[in-house]
């Protein structure tokens, strides 16, 4: 029988190109790569449907998966996992000078459902009072006008606008039009140095480390979803494509172990790496359900909290029984 050719789209992460360069192949499977910006793929997969596989933001996969009409099915494979307290930004003249500054305030994000936001609200909940729910939030485009928004929302009881599309978050918030931003990229200004912006959290690493010893959380940001016709064509397909991107992020970080030479572009990788296991533990980017529980219930009543989910949502529903 002849394998299934599978169109994918995924980054370019060093524990996804082993499937690309063929030292791994998943059973009965070929596989067409396309390589692009998650932003970009988020959007073309739920808008247009472009691929059979591809890499999915948690957020709106949460979202969708609330729905009855949800045309996904994801596999516990985390793509991408990041701590997010550097990324939310504030402008200095609005005498915001800790995160519970940013209760009745304006803030800015490209989209509401985004991942990175959520984590982030998520976080200023908990930890500083500040819910969802105590801010306004303006989406749009961070550094280019336009809007980005991928899924309908409607969030009851909480306060979300899109600013105009000929202007963008990021002059928003150097003008102190909006009070703060959070986004998954800094915005231009905080690049270019302007002192109106900077990160709310000046030591957003120790903030980081802190956040982890307390709550156990590295955040996990996107999945790999199949589109659900596919699924259901294919059933043993979500189990192949499960073993083979684990068996790649295994052949990457037994290079990042061990290198003759370094691997990526970054001195010291070793001590590094060493350094974040003393942090987060030897299976520091585990796949599968079980070994994410915690990271994976954590978003779900985040999302929850922030008017998110159409309905109640488990995390044992989220994943294709056909992977651990």
Not at 156 to 183: K, N, Q, W, Y
Not at 190 to 212: K, M, T
Request: net charge negative.
């Amino acid at each position: 029988m002849a394998p299934l050719r599978v169109s994918l789209a995924c980054g370019d992460y060093d524990r996804v190109r082993p499937l690309r360069d063929g030292r791994v192949v998943p059973e009965g499977v070929v596989l067409d790569h396309t390589v692009m910006a998650s932003h970009r793929i988020f959007h073309d997969q739920v808008r247009f449907a472009r691929w059979d596989v591809s890499e999915m933001s948690l957020g709106s996969y949460l979202t969708l998966a609330s729905r009855d009409d949800n045309p996904f099915v994801a596999i516990p494979v985390f793509l991408s996992r990041y701590f997010r307290h550097g990324f939310l930004w504030v402008n200095t003249t609005r005498g915001i000078n800790r995160p519970e500054d940013l209760k009745g305030r304006r803030i800015g994000v490209p989209d509401y459902h985004m991942t990175a936001a959520i984590w982030l609200r998520g976080m200023l909940s908990d930890d500083h009072g500040v819910g969802a729910g105590d801010a306004a939030w303006l989406t749009g485009g961070l550094n280019t006008p336009g809007s980005t928004d991928r899924v309908e929302l409607s969030t009851p009881g909480i306060h979300v606008e899109s600013i105009p599309e000929d202007r963008t978050l990021d002059e928003l918030l150097v003008a102190g039009e909006i009070d703060a931003l959070m986004a998954a990229l800094p915005p231009k200004s905080f690049v270019d140095g302007d002192p109106r912006v900077r990160r709310l959290f000046d030591d957003h690493v120790a903030a980081e480390r802190d956040y982890f010893r307390r709550r156990g959380n590295f955040p996990v940001m996107h999945c790999v979803a199949l589109h659900r016709e596919v699924h259901e064509a294919h059933p043993w397909l979500a189990g192949s494509l499960f073993a083979a991107f684990t068996e790649a992020r295994d052949l990457c970080l037994r290079d990042l172990d061990a290198p003759g030479a370094l691997p990526v572009t970054l001195p010291w990788l070793t001590d590094f790496l060493a350094e974040v296991r003393a942090v987060l533990g030897h299976d520091f980017w585990p796949y599968g359900v079980e070994p994410n529980r915690h990271d994976l219930s954590t978003l779900v009543r985040y999302c929850a909290e922030q008017g998110l989910l159409a309905r109640p949502l488990s995390v044992d529903e989220l994943f294709t029984g056909g992977t651990p």
